[in-house]
Nanobody
């Protein structure tokens, strides 16, 4: 089971950009990986998903066209480029890894490893 640590969060004004990183302790080139977020008082929701080969990605409708997920398997690192940020993007962001292909890419129980999260705050 890999250990994950997110970084890159912070405070930004609406319309700004942030790039999140998720560093893994072990080899993640065969893992299915995703970004989730959780705002206060709300359930954790899936944001973006990527397959091991980076050939397939999925995005939540709320972030399509604004966020881009990518991975560097040589560095065991997952990224989330967030552009045109909105106040409603404010949340704790988590990266997650699954050893087998998740039947539902944004179902939290399908993921084995989670990072502690990084806070993103977008002000209007």
């Amino acid at each position: 089971q890999v250990q994950l640590v997110e970084s890159g969060g912070g405070s930004v004004q609406a319309g700004g950009s942030l790039r999140l990183s998720c560093a893994a302790s072990g080899y993640t080139d065969s893992y299915y990986m995703a970004w989730f977020r959780q705002a206060p008082g709300k359930e954790r929701e899936g944001v973006a998903y990527i397959r091991p080969s980076s050939s397939i990605t999925y995005y939540a409708d709320s972030v399509k066209g604004r966020f881009t997920i990518s991975r560097d398997n040589a560095k065991n690192t997952l990224y989330l480029q967030m552009d045109s940020l909105k106040p409603e993007d404010t949340a704790m962001y988590y990266c997650a890894a699954a050893r087998i292909s998740p039947p539902y890419v944004f179902r939290t129980s399908d993921y084995n490893s989670w990072g502690p999260g990084t806070q993103v705050t977008v002000s209007s």
